[in-house]
């Protein structure tokens, strides 16, 4: 046995073990990218669906004749249409309020 085959086997055991943390690492980051990028679509997509809602409400709203305020209608819609959004992105009544109250005066001089 000569002098690399004496290193080789004495190093190979650590090599192992470095390419192997190595990969775990890397699997580890890949998860946790693909955990980031999903959670912040699956974000995305319930705003659009709040705001999808939130339209469509102040559509029903301008369809009817009802003597509800037009901030409690359309309220009611949104709750009523995206369950899952507003279970998902949990908005205060506050929140709520303020994004419809700046839809319908941006879509309607309201």
Known sequence: MNIIDTI???AA???LEIVASIVTALVGWAVLEIKR???LEIEEKHRAALE???MSGIRALIDRDESTTALDAVEAY???SVPDAIRALKPTDA???QKITGALRSQ???
Do not use: S
Request: without cysteine; proline residues 5%; aromatic residues 10%.
């Open 8 to 10: 080789t086997a004495a």
């Open 13 to 15: 055991p650590m090599l």
């Open 37 to 39: 990028r999903t959670g």
């Open 52 to 54: 999808a809602a939130i």
């Open 78 to 80: 949104v709750r009523e």
């Open 95 to 97: 929140v709520l309020r």
């Open 108 to 110: 309607f001089a309201f």
